[in-house]
């Protein structure tokens, strides 16, 4: 069974979800705050793409593994960041805003990313790995943008619809990514019990790095807690669903071997991010 008929209706949801939580203050926070946003976007587009480079490259990954851990890095931010950042005490105005402007870029900067490594792996390794890159972008703009499109005009036209809605899929959205983890588990179980030593360390570093870059830069800019707290919850959050889909996508990869960095990363992700959220609280009460 192709795990994309699974992934893909989870990923129509999650972004018309995000469209649901999008509003005027989500596009506002962009002129509020120009220099959190454009350095949120910063870490998200440019810095964590180059940590999971460096890491696959330095840890000498196999081929389908290297493109996997950059293509998790390449996605946008996942919706349960702002989640994430609600329970940090964040800024979740500035998280839905990272999210959608993130969702939105990355329809463009994930093809010439993912163009880039594929020629570079293939020059490297002697394997040759084919990127359709017009498929990838079209891929991108139906299963990504047109559904946060729909969200956010079915919120304009019928918002107290939409609240219902948005609260029902606001919990069956996380369940349905864990179920996708357990199916894709199941079919790939030897494989990913094999290299998972590997690959747990390489999601663990991108993710660990992508937290403390996060930080770095947040503390370099002079941000208040909030919105620290946010970009490094944004910068360490990635829509695991979307890699997923273009990895098994028969018009792209159409290669689960490339989605496992992204379901180990998935699982990995959620542990460590709750635990810098209980840290955070933790240190609070005291």
């Known amino acids: ?70 293509l998790i890095a390449c996605c946008p931010g996942g919706s349960s960041s702002n989640v994430f950042s609600m329970l940090a005490k964040g800024d979740v105005a500035l998280s839905v805003t990272l999210t959608a402007l993130s969702s939105v870029i990355t329809l463009f900067t994930i093809p010439v990313i993912m163009k880039f ?10 394997t040759e790995i084919h990127l359709p890159v017009a498929k990838l972008l079209m891929q991108n703009i139906v299963l990504v943008f047109v559904p946060m499109l729909a969200g956010y005009a079915f919120k304009h036209y019928f918002p107290n619809g939409a609240a219902k809605v948005g609260k029902v899929l606001g919990k069956v959205a996380f369940p349905a990514l864990m179920l996708l983890a357990l199916v894709f588990f199941l079919q790939y179980t030897e494989e990913i019990v094999v290299n998972f030593a590997v690959l747990g360390v390489a999601a663990a570093l991108l993710i660990i790095l992508a937290l403390l870059a996060g930080s770095l830069l947040s503390r370099l800019c002079g941000f208040g807690k909030d919105i620290r ?4 919850i944004e910068v360490g959050m990635q829509n695991a669903a979307q890699a997923i889909a273009i990895a098994v996508s028969p018009f792209i990869f159409n290669s689960g071997e490339v989605a496992i960095p992204a379901i180990i990363y998935a699982l990995l992700m959620n542990v460590i991010l709750l635990t810098y959220v209980y840290a955070i609280r933790l240190r609070e009460r005291r």
Not at 13 to 29: C, E, H, P, Q, R
Not at 35 to 44: D, N, P, T
Not at 229 to 232: A, D, F, K, L
């Open 117 to 126: 490594v594929s020629g570079w792996v293939s020059d490297i390794s002697g």
């Open 1 to 70: 069974m192709n795990t994309i008929w699974i992934v893909m209706p989870i990923l129509i949801v999650l972004m018309f979800l995000l469209g649901i939580d999008l509003n005027k203050k989500a596009f506002t926070d962009i002129a509020r705050k120009p220099k959190a946003v454009l350095f949120g976007m910063l870490g998200q587009l440019v810095v964590l793409p180059t940590i999971a480079f460096l890491v696959a490259w330095i840890l000498n990954l196999p081929p389908v593994y290297f493109m996997g851990l950059v």
């Open 229 to 232: 707290r946010t970009i490094v």
